[in-house]
């Protein structure tokens, strides 16, 4: 049985990558959603594994050298940091993952591999879901323990905030965003041919229970994912009758939450769009709660000051969450845009460096040889993430950013698989 298990984990290993790390690669990718600490324990030694034998090192692709530069500024920024504990400790958050890029890179260096990831990223999403149905519907609550509280599930009852889904996440923004990221492909595996009836039917049944729970976590970004999504995986085939469609689905929300829409056209619209969605998009339901601390607005103002009188190396990592409240007297862990807290953190240099980095990805990797369907997904993945971003910073939860960076490696080996194919003769 055990045997019968390796050999089909090896299937579809990439001719670069150890047959033992692809393996461990598989299983650390099941585990992560549900326990960073035991997906971990796979992942780390996939990745030595992932970083030995290489062809080349990793100073020698040109890829890599915005992460080298970035990672030199961030170092040097410590030196002069507000809080230097907060910002050494916040590089952790950074330099594994600059390492994890490259390393990761031998598992997805192929299209079945990068289908097989992406099933793998999908199968470890079920907890996710499950927990956060049932932490909302069946009034579930952590927290739970495992392996003698090797594994804890703390799941907040009703939901954080109360009455959104968060899950097995700390926050329900954060349990969107994950969502959001699997939802390409679980989108993909639903609509990949040759998939029999029965096999279908469980995809199509995970791929609602995901949607739901998604909508469920009234997550704005969350639910522009969804929307978004589904041009980019089903391809430009689908377009001409697919964004007709998505338009005119899209106009009565557009008419239900859009200020000084006449009465007359936005008391219907209202009457079609569930209450929970419009007030929700339009933040009627806060009206005349929140302080102008409390919006992002205030808060990218305050990091836009912050650059601007430190923009070469910046304050530090975390330092946004000290000088906020010292300015505002409201505390706010970070600045709800990522371009603008590593600016605040380590500098405009820095930030330009891997901003641009994954820019290059997407653009680079789009306009390489025809996608596939699930290539197609996975570009659309990371186009979501970089999306939510930019109003948001769920990469702090480590799960998160973990997925990102071997997503972002996806990409970089797509790209290189093209530039072999174009090198090879004939």
């Not at 703390?154 to 969107?176: H, K, T, V, W």
Request: glycine content about 10%.
């Amino acid at each position: 049985m055990t045997a019968r298990l390796y050999a089909w984990l090896r299937g579809d290993c990439p001719a670069a990558a150890s047959p033992s790390g692809w393996c461990l690669f598989q299983l650390g990718l099941l585990l992560l959603p549900s326990s960073v600490l035991l997906a971990s324990l796979l992942l780390m030694p996939a990745l030595v594994l992932g970083s030995l034998r290489r062809e080349c090192a990793y100073w020698h692709d040109r890829w890599n050298w915005p992460l080298l530069v970035a990672g030199g500024l961030m170092l040097l920024g410590c030196f002069s940091a507000v809080r230097a504990d907060l910002a050494w400790a916040g590089l952790a958050n950074w330099l594994p993952f600059f390492w994890g890029f490259w390393g990761f890179q031998p598992y997805v260096a192929e299209a079945g591999a990068r289908r097989r990831t992406a099933l793998w990223m999908v199968a470890g999403t079920v907890p996710v879901v499950l927990t956060g149905l049932g932490q909302l519907w069946l009034g579930w609550q952590g927290p739970w323990q495992f392996l003698g509280g090797l594994v804890i599930w703390f799941m907040a009852p009703g939901g954080e905030p109360e009455g959104r889904l968060s899950g097995l996440f700390d926050y329900a923004n954060i349990a969107a965003a994950w969502l959001a990221l699997v939802w390409p492909l679980i989108l993909a595996a639903l609509v990949q041919p040759g998939l029999d009836r029965p096999r279908r039917t469980v995809v199509l049944i995970l791929a609602v229970a995901l949607v739901t729970a998604l909508v469920l976590t009234e997550s704005r970004n969350g639910w522009g994912a969804l929307v978004l999504a589904v041009p980019l995986v089903l391809g430009p085939v689908s377009w001409p009758w697919l964004l007709p469609l998505l338009a005119l689905g899209l106009i009565p929300v557009l008419l239900a939450v859009w200020p000084g829409v006449p009465e007359l056209l936005q008391e219907p619209a209202r009457a079609l769009v569930p209450e929970s969605v419009w007030s929700r998009l339009s933040d009627s339901r806060y009206a005349g709660e929140r302080a102008l601390a409390s919006t992002r607005l205030s808060q990218w103002g305050v990091a836009l000051q912050l650059i601007v009188e430190r923009p070469w190396l910046g304050w530090g990592a975390a330092a946004f969450s000290v000088l906020y409240l010292l300015r505002t007297g409201k505390w706010h862990g970070h600045s709800h845009n990522l371009p603008l807290e590593l600016a605040v953190s380590s500098g405009v240099p820095a930030a330009l460096a891997l901003v641009g980095l994954v820019l290059a990805l997407l653009i680079v990797s789009l306009r390489c040889s025809r996608m596939g369907l699930f290539d197609r997904a996975w570009w659309a993945a990371v186009l979501v993430l970089v999306v939510l971003h930019g109003t948001d910073v769920p990469f702090f939860d480590s799960r998160l950013n973990i997925a990102g960076w071997i997503l972002l490696a996806g990409l970089r080996s797509r790209i290189r698989e093209t530039e072999t194919a174009a090198l090879s003769p004939g």
